[in-house]
């Protein structure tokens, strides 16, 4: 009788999952505040600076979901079939959207593209996770922990891409000069005075905007449901990593088995 080997590295996915999720939070607030505080080399300082982990991180999962949906199942009859699709399909999505992420940040190119890549793959998640929770016999022995993880990474694409317009919209304006929010904080813009008979330099002046009404400086006032939305990518994300940090401490102790005492 033939010997099929088994090669397990669900432990592995659950961790890199979770560090890609951890990553988007962490650098997602940093972005966040870099537009509250009208920071725009810092904006762009840390959306390169993601680009190479995720580049890293996507090419592994991709490497991995690839192996994934050409091995699996191993036997006809071993009863897993199905489980490339459920497992891996959603897995080389994730990857895309992260190995194209990391391109298009190292060349400053338009992350909107990106996040509409990214609004696509979770939502086709989503429907990954609600058949595999519906499914007769479940896929998994954790269906409802599993609908969760699927769930909480398809709502964090999602979100990539209303993120990634505004922070494009930011970008456009920032770099062009046009200050977007005051330092002193949301809600202000600064405006040139009037000019009057002196020829003297004007200082210049922040002021309260008035609905409706265009700044005299040009600039853009950046509204409060614009920075909301930039800031549920990141919350999305943090929930996202720890959905996978949690199924891999409920996962792991059924893969590992019982330890040295099984090893060949």
């Known amino acids: 009788m033939a010997f099929t080997p088994f090669i397990d590295d669900l432990a592995l996915i659950e961790v890199m999952l979770a560090t890609v999720a951890a990553l988007l939070a962490y650098a997602g607030v940093l972005i966040w505040w870099g537009i509250r505080t009208n920071d725009p080399r810092g904006v762009r300082g840390v959306l390169r600076g993601l680009s190479a982990p995720l580049a890293l991180l996507g090419g592994a999962l991709f ?19 199905g489980y490339n699709i459920f497992f891996f399909d959603p897995l080389v999505m994730i990857a895309i ?4 992420y990391a ?9 909107q593209y990106v996040g509409l890549i990214a609004l696509i793959c979770g939502a086709v998640t989503i429907v990954y996770g609600y058949t595999g929770y519906t499914a007769t016999p479940a896929f998994t022995k954790d269906p ?16 990539a891409f209303p993120a990634s317009v505004l922070v494009d919209y930011y970008l456009k304006h920032a770099e062009m000069g046009q200050p977007i929010l005051a330092p002193g904080g949301i809600g202000r813009t600064y405006r ?27 600039g853009v006032h950046f509204a409060y449901w614009a920075q909301a939305f930039v800031l549920f990518f990141p919350v999305f994300a943090a929930l996202a990593s720890i959905a ?16 040295p005492a099984n090893a060949p």
């Open 63 to 81: 490497a991995i979901s690839l192996w994934g949906e050409m091995t699996w199942p191993f036997l006809a009859s071993d009863g897993l079939g």
């Open 97 to 100: 959207v992260l190995v194209s």
């Open 103 to 111: 391109i298009a940040a190292q060349f400053s190119l338009k992350l």
């Open 144 to 159: 409802f922990d599993t609908l969760l993880l699927y769930l909480s990474f398809g709502v964090t694409g999602i979100s």
């Open 192 to 218: 040139m005075p009037r000019v009057t008979n002196s020829r003297g330099a004007q200082p210049v002046v922040p002021t309260a905007p008035v609905t409706g009404e265009t700044p005299a400086s040009g």
């Open 244 to 259: 996978a940090f949690w199924y891999f401490g409920i996962t792991l102790p059924g893969h590992i088995g019982s330890g």
